[in-house]
């Protein structure tokens, strides 16, 4: 039987999975706040070097009230990681999520799986690192390039043996759809790898308001900034015992920015946020690491520099938005 999938916040990333999910014959519904009533009339519309200029139609709901009362397979989180935030994603989803729904979490950050077992304690929890630039040009339009691909595992990588079937049913489901997944027995380590690219490009690319090509191009001293906070990743990740994120691991995801520079670069998510005025993943993506290097007695300060600049900009931000709505 085709599988029941809720996507929860189809924006850049979540719209392109309701395309691949419909493609692999799931019954997709997408859970949509601003961009609702775009995507109710008209549907989704990617314009993608992988896939072509394509369009999909799903169902679409406002809340996950509206989707409770069904049995859903797999709950996809496409939101931004927003860990701190009250009520919690993982607290706001459970009208939808039943015995057996595999929670799924697409999305950037670190130890952001925990507020999803301390609500599911039962449900499995997949934690799927995306590698896939994709911006949202407006309300259900899409425009990604031909980079994408999942990896997946579950959260904690000794989790049961049903979760394990849950993780790798998903990942066929993927394939079916024509996307890329790869399966992991632990994932953490290819979470590590991913932060190592978005612990420094996002918040510098926010800061200066550059794409990375721009920001490297714009002081001699750049890129050596980049990849000495890489290298900081590099030295936590050590700490909690992933030997194989190391510096060659480090000088590939730099080299894939630098391979860009005769082109503009590519806008991380944090810098299509601050576009938006919109909140970013601070806590998700560098406040958990600085604070687990600073558990673990690593020094940390180039990250914890981004993490101090980037928290007041946040939060300027957040004084902003109030006074607009005033
Ligand atoms: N974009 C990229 O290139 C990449 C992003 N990622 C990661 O993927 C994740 C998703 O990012 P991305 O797709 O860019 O983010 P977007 O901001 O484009 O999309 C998130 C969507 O979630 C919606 N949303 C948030 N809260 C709710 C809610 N309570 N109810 C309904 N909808 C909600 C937002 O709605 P609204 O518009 O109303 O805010 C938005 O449509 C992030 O963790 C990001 O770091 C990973 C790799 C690449
Ligand atoms: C840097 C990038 C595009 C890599 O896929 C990303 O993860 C993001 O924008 O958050």
């Known amino acids: 039987m085709a599988p029941?999938?809720?996507?929860?916040?189809?924006g850049a990333i979540g719209s392109i999975y309701v395309y691949i999910l419909d493609q692999a014959g799931a019954n997709v519904t997408a859970v949509c706040r601003s961009n609702y009533q775009a995507a109710k009339e008209h549907g989704f519309e990617i314009m993608s070097e992988k896939f072509g200029h394509v369009k999909v139609k799903s169902s679409v709901v406002r809340t996950v009230e509206e989707a409770s009362g069904q049995e859903w397979d797999y709950v996809l989180v496409c939101s931004k990681a927003m860990c701190g935030s009250r009520p919690t994603t993982a607290e706001?989803?459970?009208?939808?999520?039943?015995?057996?729904?595999?929670?799924?979490?697409?999305?950037?950050?670190?130890?952001?799986?925990e507020e999803y077992i301390e609500a599911y304690p039962?449900?499995?929890v997949i934690s799927v690192v995306v590698y896939l630039p994709a911006t949202q040009l407006a309300s259900?339009?899409?425009?990604?390039?031909?980079?994408?691909?999942?990896?997946?595992?579950?959260?904690p990588s000794d989790a049961p043996s049903s979760h394990k079937e849950a993780a790798s049913a998903f990942c066929d489901l993927i394939k079916a759809g024509k996307g890329h997944a790869i399966l992991y027995d632990d994932v953490q380590p290819r979470r590590w790898s991913k932060l190592i690219v978005n612990a420094p490009w996002n918040p510098l690319c926010a800061l200066a308001r550059s794409t990375d090509v721009a920001f490297m191009n714009a002081s001699p001293q750049a890129t050596d900034v980049v990849w000495s906070v890489m290298k900081e990743i590099v030295a936590i990740a050590n700490a909690l015992g992933y030997a194989e994120i190391n510096e060659e691991e480090a000088a590939f995801?730099?080299?894939?920015?630098?391979?860009?520079?005769?082109?503009?670069?590519?806008?991380?998510?944090?810098?299509a946020d601050i576009w938006l005025g919109r909140a970013m993943e601070v806590e998700a993506i560098v406040g958990n690491t600085v604070r687990i290097a600073e558990k673990k007695g690593v020094p940390a300060p180039g990250l914890t520099m981004i993490y101090v600049l980037t928290k007041a900009l946040d939060e300027s931000n957040a004084r902003q938005r109030i006074l607009k709505k005033l």
């Open 4 to 10: 029941n999938v809720l996507i929860f916040g189809a």
């Open 92 to 113: 706001i989803l459970k009208p939808v999520v039943g015995a057996k729904t595999a929670i799924v979490l697409l999305q950037n950050g670190i130890s952001i799986e």
């Open 122 to 124: 039962s449900n499995p």
């Open 140 to 155: 259900g339009i899409i425009k990604m390039g031909d980079l994408e691909y999942l990896e997946v595992g579950t959260y």
């Open 253 to 271: 995801q730099l080299g894939r920015a630098k391979a860009r520079i005769p082109d503009k670069g590519i806008e991380p998510s944090m810098l």
